[in-house]
């Protein structure tokens, strides 16, 4: 499985991108997905979830209210809905997917995921 990751861009505090994550290759439908930011100098970081079955989307508490995950069923894609911007939201963001579904208290940790998109690079300025 490849993924995609693209959307990112330079944006201004306060403004607002939506970073989506397209799946080739051996595809499966998108159902279990995670993103993932790595800033300079800090470690990867999780940053919102969800997952086949549970209604409940899942996000790092930095991002609560200002991020929205979701998926477009008819294009297999991903969503990243990112408003409110913020300078610390500076980063690169990953997608990842997983075949089966992640037990919930896993879904924050990396090693948790199979496949990893290349990922966009979001740059918010003052």
């Known amino acids: 499985v490849q993924l995609q990751a693209s959307g990112g861009g330079l944006v201004q505090a306060g403004g607002s991108l939506r970073l989506s994550c397209a799946a080739s290759?051996?595809?499966?439908?998108?159902?279990?997905m995670a993103w993932f930011r790595h800033a300079p100098g800090k470690e990867r970081e999780f940053v919102a979830a969800i997952r086949r079955g549970d209604p409940k989307a899942y996000y790092a508490d930095s991002v609560k209210g200002r991020f929205t995950i979701s998926k477009d069923t008819a294009k297999n894609t991903g969503l990243l809905q990112m408003n409110s911007l913020k300078l610390e939201d500076t980063a690169v963001y990953y997608c990842?997917?997983?075949?089966?579904?992640?037990?919930?208290?896993?879904?924050?940790?990396?090693?948790?995921?199979?496949?990893w998109g290349q990922g966009t690079l979001v740059t918010v300025s003052s």
């Open positions: 990842s997917l997983k075949a089966n579904c992640p037990i919930s208290s896993a879904i924050g940790l990396a090693d948790t995921w199979d496949y």
């Open positions: 290759g051996h595809t499966f439908a998108i159902v279990n």
